[in-house]
């Protein structure tokens, strides 16, 4: 199993920056990739960005977001950002922390953090 915690999510203003972050614990070796993802009030949970954990760590990101948010790891720290700058007010959401394990396969969530926009 992995635990995942989220912090970082606040109110900023339109055109501001925010930097997320999601400390992982346990078995932290089978992570095959790690993502944020938001949901928004009355809409669907969608990815935001993604990393894989292998060599250099490949990364995918929503149109959305492209430009402006950048999803990065220390593994050292056992620990995921995401950077986001020009915030939008549609970015307001709350954003949740995503791990995928190979062995046992396995799909874990944090517990999500607040991210307000105002404009």
């Known amino acids: 199993q992995v635990q995942l915690v989220e912090s970082g999510g606040d109110l900023v203003q339109a055109g501001g920056s925010l930097r997320l972050s999601c400390a992982a614990s346990?078995?932290?070796?089978?992570?095959?990739?790690m993502g944020w993802y938001r949901q928004a009030p009355g809409k669907q949970r969608e990815l935001v960005a993604a990393?894989?954990?292998?060599?250099?760590?490949?990364?995918n990101y929503a149109d959305s977001v492209k430009g402006r948010f950048t999803i990065s790891r220390d593994n050292a720290k056992n620990t995921l950002y995401l950077q986001m700058n020009s915030l939008k007010p549609e970015d307001t959401a709350v954003y949740y922390c995503?791990?995928?394990?190979?062995?046992?396969?396995?799909?874990?969530w944090g517990q999500g953090t607040q991210v307000t926009v105002s404009s």
């Open positions: 995503n791990a995928v394990l190979t062995t046992p396969w396995g799909d874990y």
């Open positions: 346990g078995n932290i070796v089978s992570i095959s990739a």
């Open positions: 990393i894989t954990s292998g060599g250099g760590g490949t990364t």
